[in-house]
Nanobody, 126 residues
Framework: QVRLAESGGGSVQAGGSLRLSCEAS????????MGWFRQAPGKEREGVAT???????YYADSVKGRFTISQDNAKNTLYLQINSLQPDDSAVYYC????????????????????WGQGTQVTVSS
């Protein structure tokens, strides 16, 4: 059984930083894609960063230069470092995972991932 568990969210002031973590268990695909999505109230869930089994990372234009996705395979953990937080970054952040299927960038639809964490809230005040 695949389980993803996010942590690290919180309330910060604009300009601050957070590091989100997503611990994975039961996920054994050799070729995979893992990603971070976010969903603000009244908005669709959007992909912000993805990483594949080659550690190739991809970012949505809106977060390039501020977000960094990484993984520690020894710890089975995915990370998202978020710097220079802005109020528009406020959302519930989710990690997702599935087989790569040759498509691993933030345009990959949320519907194309079978495994999800429960989400972690990020709130940025101005």
């Amino acid at each position: 059984q695949v389980r993803l568990a996010e942590s690290g969210g919180g309330s910060v002031q604009a300009g601050g930083s957070l590091r989100l973590s997503c611990e994975a268990s039961g996920f054994t695909y050799n070729s995979y894609c893992m990603g971070w999505f976010r969903q603000a109230p009244g908005k669709e869930r959007e992909g912000v960063a993805t990483i594949d089994d080659n550690s190739s990372a991809y970012y949505a234009d809106s977060v390039k230069g501020r977000f960094t996705i990484s993984q520690d395979n020894a710890k089975n953990t995915l990370y998202l470092q978020i710097n220079s937080l802005q109020p528009d970054d406020s959302a519930v952040y989710y990690c997702a995972a599935d087989r790569s299927l040759g498509w691993c960038d933030p345009t990959r639809s949320a519907k194309a991932y079978r495994y999800w964490g429960q989400g972690t809230q990020v709130t940025v005040s101005s």
